[in-house]
């Protein structure tokens, strides 16, 4: 039966307190130096052995106890074997080993002559929530957690915040429905969206649908701003535009796509007569593919004294301003408004997914 074997080690006391030999030294097991301590965590597995391995030194002690106390002195030691009984002259035969039970799996054996001493499984006890693999690391006896999908946290103990943080926390994520908590415990609830495990070079991408995805008529709204149509996002237990604005706001980048087809019906130019509402529902005066300091412009204008494509107001045939807003700050667009839209006059308005990706 495996008993837990703390085994404490002091130094001798005349050291130096800095010995660059000490400090510098790479320990198979872990070891760590405070002031003249030395410690390391063993497990005693008695009636076994690690056998037909390569030995560092074997050598006879007065008391079995002084066997792992060896090994954690000896650097490029990760377990030991002590004989169960003494010898002749009442020491016991102590070998130093250079690996252990669980790089030598198949060595370690049941032997009435001998213990065996290693480092205990630092993923012995239930470390990681939710179903999360414990990797273990033996030499530092340290661990981590490769988390079930869509879960996060140090021990996977949360629902993921992002598609991206459930990426990042378990690389085999696939494509898929998931629920996300951006905002943590407590706060908003958690809510479905669809993470694009693919996309952006795998790195999870939180997609966000809503009731205004198709392409939709603007026609016989005259008065600037009267056509509105309000976008409602979809995924279980979405409730709120601040329950979703934990999605940009944790995420490193956001991308809306916006496009305005126009037959004779102006956007921005003089007095607007289309625009979209932030998040925090204020109008807002920049179009897809043009950035927020872009006032009253379209992408094509991005970049010349020019507005947008339908600021020409040409009535005889059909033209579009279109591509993605950016400024995560301003995300999601929660309402569409155009105007100008009479006596022949006509547009299309489609709102594609909020797309966000990357983490804060
Ligand atoms: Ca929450
Ligand atoms: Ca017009």
Redesign the pocket.
């Known amino acids: 039966m495996a008993a837990l074997f703390t085994c404490t080690l002091f130094l001798v006391t005349s050291l130096p307190k800095a010995s660059p030999v000490l400090v510098e030294q790479k320990s198979a097991v872990s070891r760590q130096y405070k002031e003249f301590l030395s410690y390391a965590k063993f497990i005693k597995h008695s009636n076994h052995s690690l056998r037909a391995v390569e030995k560092i030194a074997s050598f006879f002690v007065e008391k079995q106890s002084e066997c792992p106390f060896s090994c954690v002195n000896e650097p490029r030691c990760y377990s030991c074997n002590t004989a169960s009984y003494p010898d002749l002259a009442g020491s016991y035969l102590c070998e130093l080993l250079a690996t252990d039970k669980y790089r030598a799996e198949t060595k370690f054996q049941p032997n009435s002559s001998f213990h065996h001493y290693s480092l205990g499984d630092p993923c012995q006890e239930e470390r990681c929530g939710n179903n999360g693999d414990c990797i273990p690391d033996f030499e530092n006896y340290f661990y981590s957690c490769d988390c079930h999908p869509g879960f996060a946290g140090k021990h996977c103990e949360r ?1 993921g915040k992002t598609c991206s943080e459930i990426k990042s926390r378990s690389t085999q994520a696939p494509s898929g429905s998931y629920v996300i ?10 809510f479905s969206v669809y993470c694009d495990m693919i996309d952006n070079n795998g790195v999870g991408v939180t997609i966000l649908s809503h009731d205004s995805e198709d392409r939709t008529l603007v026609d016989g709204f005259e008065e600037k701003g009267s056509y509105v149509r309000n976008v409602y996002y979809i995924g279980a237990g979405v409730s709120s535009v601040a329950q979703m604005s ?1 999605i940009p706001m944790v995420s490193a980048y956001c991308e809306h796509f916006i496009k305005y087809e126009c037959k004779g019906s102006l956007l921005f130019r003089s007095a607007p007569a289309g625009w979209w509402v932030s998040r925090d529902s204020v109008q807002m005066l920049y179009w897809g593919g043009a950035s927020p300091d872009d006032f009253q412009k379209c992408a094509c204008g991005a970049a010349t004294p020019n507005t947008c494509n339908c600021d020409a107001n040409i009535g005889s045939s059909w033209h579009e301003d279109s591509g993605k807003l950016t400024d995560k700050n301003h995300l999601p667009v929660i309402q569409l408004r155009f105007g100008d839209t009479e006596s022949g006059e006509a547009g299309y308005h489609t709102l594609g997914k909020l797309r966000c990706y990357g983490m804060a």
Request: glycine share 34%; aromatic share 8%; hydrophobic share 0%.
């Open positions: 629902r908590d951006p905002d943590g415990d407590g706060g908003y609830s958690s934990g």
